[in-house]
């Protein structure tokens, strides 16, 4: 692989938690959510120790619910990760003057980084550089009624929703209410099923794609179009690679998804392995895509 | 707004004279009535039924005569037209950036338009004097979990933005299920200044206590809090402020529908509205009439500038009061003191009696101090209120309470036991049956 950025190779320096790694012959610098939180427990650093000491954060947000790790993150960092939403979007068919509507928390990163009214700090989010038009529910599931409002009267052509929202909403669902052109499903480190997918896609009449999503590194890639266990993560977001944890196995791959986080600099993430197995690849798609692809096995 | 971050107390707005509101209010809603005349349907076909054709320059008397929009009006537009846009979208010109939508009190939610033009002008202005009068200051960590689907939740995000405050944001929504998320942040982050509802302060005091917590340490940063959702009693404000050692509470808020708000200075007098951004009218919900400062009414929001979609004596079916005097505070805008929903009050021989009421009285006693309560019936003989707990009290306690409230609020009181599920009257509200979301 291409060596780190300069950027982030003086920036591992300066993050405590990289200091602290000491791993059981791991890949350097690789780390999970344990480590995390150990660096947070024994340094009292909320955020871990992935804070860059020579930034200066304008926004903290949880990493993610019932973790009790947070971004510490500036305004470029939020710029650039809403642009990387903007890619994602692109990739899912999203156009211009679209309406994109949301079944999830306003704190997820999918929702947050989609607008400047959703994200203190930030400039610009996937809408605005898009001129989307977004609206947004809560995650509750027990609002599904008000989700099928939104179908109703804003009729979006993408509803992006968490994957426990999908149920509550398929059951308020009558067959009058517009359905949107398509739907993206995320579930916060792991995936739905194929089967599910399908059966959601049946009983909803729509389109349904699943992004691959990890909040613990800000992490989220489009589905490629033919093949729904693949991703195209960003370029200019993300370095993904399929990490083998078993020197004795001898095969490169596949393994552990691990992301480094190229568009957040205030916290610094290198090599977090995902809860996802798979195959990095960067020949060309048969979608047509250059660029790296993660498959999912 | 450049001011606001060099450590103004005040931007020059905010201190006008009288005669300089009115005659820029008067201005404002010249331009606002003309427009909405000329290029909104809901308006136009609402006068024209009314026989209402606004001159040029609008006057108090022609303005009075201007048909008041009820929540069901636009309920009833944007059923016709099967869309979010019920024709009150005054846009400019330019795309919508952002769509919001209503609690749904009644039964459906409506929807709202903002554009970049109000983001960044008259409705990040009167959000940024909210933060401001609260003590909200650049630099400072602000905990805030404003919701997206809410319009006042995203004027937040840009009045903080502006402020140039650091948001702590947990994740999740300001429900039990996140309350963990919540302290944590408030542990870890340690913000000086929390933006949240008072269901939140009183689940984040009930998790202290589940985990065997110390409040003023957990607290020990925060300084502030502004507390939107309901009133503020003087007995809660007491308790939370000793609860967690804070400089003071301020209560806030406002609404969705007419998407307008605004907060409590030092004083606690009500809440300051930029009268340059919105006037507040109040009236009769019997009769209609317009009221004076100090009666109680519901009352009545017309936006005054465009770019969003815009209201005009829209009756926010809220009960509320302008608070007559000057506010030591400085501040020349009007105090509008808000206490419920007018579907959750009780008229009783004229008098609307709003579950703000009930709650500051029963606070006043001891025994009945923070209990949930419903306000069960209104028969003929007075109020009946039905207290969760009740059982539990001394005969003497309960005849204490009622007594109390009585005289509080002028009217016969009954206390009864009553189950009430939730933690307080807004959340009675909120859960209502029959799609009152």
């Given at each position: ?297 | ?75 009833s537009a944007s059923r016709q037209r099967r869309s979010a846009f019920s024709g009150v979208e005054a846009m400019l010109g ?155 509470v301020f209560e806030r808020g406002g609404s969705g529908d007419g998407m307008f708000g605004g907060a409590e200075c030092f ?125 539990e009290l001394a005969p003497g306690e309960l005849s204490e309470s009622a007594t109390g409230t009585a005289t509080r609020l ?28």
């Amino acid at each position: 692989m291409d060596p780190l950025p300069t950027w982030l190779q003086a920036a591992i320096t300066r993050a405590p938690l990289y200091g602290n790694l000491l791993k059981r012959g791991w890949p350097t610098h690789c780390h999970e959510v344990d480590d995390l939180e150990t660096v947070a427990t024994n340094m009292d650093d909320p955020l871990g120790g992935r804070g860059d000491p020579a930034q200066s954060p304008v926004v903290y947000s949880q990493v993610a619910q019932d973790l009790a790790l947070y971004w510490g993150l500036d305004a470029a960092d939020l710029e650039r990760t809403a642009l990387t939403l903007a890619d994602s979007w692109r990739d899912l068919g999203i156009q211009s003057g679209d309406r994109v509507g949301f079944y999830d928390y306003s704190s997820s990163p999918l929702v947050a980084y989609a607008s400047r009214a959703f994200m203190p700090h930030l400039d610009r989010g996937a809408a605005d550089v898009l001129t989307c038009l977004p609206i947004c529910n809560d995650g509750l599931p027990e609002l599904a009624e008000r989700c099928a409002h939104i179908l109703e009267y804003v009729q979006p052509s993408t509803l992006f929703i968490e994957a426990d929202a999908v149920d509550p909403l398929l059951r308020v669902l009558d067959k009058a209410t517009p359905r949107p052109d398509r739907m993206v499903v995320t579930a916060d480190d792991r995936l739905v099923s194929t089967d599910k997918i399908n059966e959601w896609q049946q009983t909803m009449g729509t389109t349904v794609r699943q992004m691959l999503r990890c909040d613990t590194a800000l992490f989220f890639a489009p589905p490629c179009a033919y093949d729904p266990l693949t991703f195209h993560p960003s370029v200019t977001g993300f370095r993904v690679e399929a990490v083998d944890l078993d020197p004795a196995d001898g095969s490169p791959s596949p393994g552990r998804i691990a992301v480094t986080n190229l568009a957040v600099r205030s916290s610094v993430v290198v090599r977090y392995l995902t809860s996802f197995h798979g195959v990095v690849r960067s020949t060309q798609c048969r979608c047509g895509r250059n660029g790296p692809q993660v498959t999912i096995l | 707004m450049s001011d606001l971050r060099n450590g103004e107390y005040f931007d020059c707005g905010e201190i006008a004279t009288a005669d300089e509101l009115r005659s820029a209010r008067w201005q404002a809603v010249s331009e606002v009535v003309g427009a909405a005349f000329d290029d909104l349907p809901f308006y136009k076909n609402l006068w024209t039924t009314h026989g209402f054709h606004p001159s040029p320059a609008v006057t108090p008397d022609d303005f009075a005569r201007i048909p008041l929009v009820r929540k069901l009006d636009l309920v009833s537009a944007s059923r016709q037209r099967r869309s979010a846009f019920s024709g009150v979208e005054a846009m400019l010109g330019l795309n919508p950036s952002n769509l919001v939508m209503t609690s749904g009190t009644s039964g459906f939610h409506t929807f709202a338009a903002l554009t970049g033009h109000d983001l960044d002008g008259a409705g990040l202005l009167a959000q940024a004097r909210e933060l401001w009068t609260m003590k909200v200051r650049p630099g400072m960590r602000v905990l805030s979990i404003s919701p997206a689907w809410h319009a006042l939740g995203l004027y937040e995000t840009r009045a903080l933005t502006e402020i140039g405050a650091i948001p702590v944001m947990p994740s999740g929504t300001l429900t039990p299920r996140f309350v963990g998320d919540i302290l944590n942040a408030v542990d870890q982050l340690k913000p000086e200044h929390l933006l949240v509802t008072a269901r939140a302060i009183r689940m984040l005091l009930e998790e202290c206590d589940r985990r065997k917590l110390d409040a003023r340490e957990v607290f020990r940063n925060v300084r502030y809090i502004g507390c939107a959702g309901e009133p503020l009693s003087l007995p809660f404000r007491e308790h939370l402020r000793d609860r967690f050692e804070l400089e003071d509470v301020f209560e806030r808020g406002g609404s969705g529908d007419g998407m307008f708000g605004g907060a409590e200075c030092f004083a606690h007098r009500g809440h300051h509205v930029s009268a340059d951004v919105h006037f507040v009218e109040i009236v009769s919900p019997m009769t209609g009439e317009i009221l004076g400062e100090g009666e109680r009414g519901t009352a009545l929001v017309t936006n005054l500038t465009l770019g969003r979609s815009v209201y005009i004596r829209f009756d926010t079916e809220d009960v509320a009061e302008i608070v007559p005097g000057p506010c030591p505070c400085g501040r020349t805008h009007p105090v509008v003191e808000f206490y419920g929903r007018l579907a959750d009050s009780i008229v009783i021989a004229d008098r609307v009696l709003a579950p703000g009421d009930v709650r500051l009285a029963l606070d006043d006693v001891p025994a009945t101090r923070f209990l949930s309560f419903a306000m069960v019936s209104d028969g003929a003989e007075g109020l009946v209120i039905g207290l969760q707990g009740a059982e539990e009290l001394a005969p003497g306690e309960l005849s204490e309470s009622a007594t109390g409230t009585a005289t509080r609020l002028g009217v016969p009181v009954s206390i009864v036991p009553a189950g009430v599920e939730t933690t307080g009257w807004k959340e009675a509200r909120i859960k209502r049956p029959g799609g009152r979301g």
